[in-house]
């Protein structure tokens, strides 16, 4: 989802990324990693704020991970 107040309801995040695969070949590739509670909260963050992010959204993260959003 592209929504925050959505995505701070998982019990679990996943980060997709996408990027130059690390060969000589110039293939892309696809990640996926699970995000733990810190980057959970910068990720709801970004998504609340954009490209800069403030100490207010992350604030509105975390009230939205702690479910008093």
């Known amino acids: 989802t ?3 107040q959505v995505a701070a309801r998982a019990n679990t995040h ?3 990324s996408k990027g130059p695969a690390g060969d000589d070949k ?12 810190a980057d959970r909260r910068e990720e709801i ?3 609340l ?5 403030t100490e207010e959204a992350r604030a509105a ?3 939205l991970l702690a479910g008093e959003g």
């Not at 110039?26 to 509670?37: P, Q």
């Not at 704020?49 to 992010?53: D, K, N, Q």
């Open 61 to 63: 993260a975390g009230k």
């Open 2 to 4: 592209h929504a925050p």
């Open 26 to 37: 110039g293939r892309i590739a696809t990640r996926v990693a699970t995000m733990d509670e």
């Open 14 to 16: 996943l980060l997709i």
């Open 45 to 47: 963050a970004r998504m």
């Open 49 to 53: 704020a954009g490209a800069s992010i």
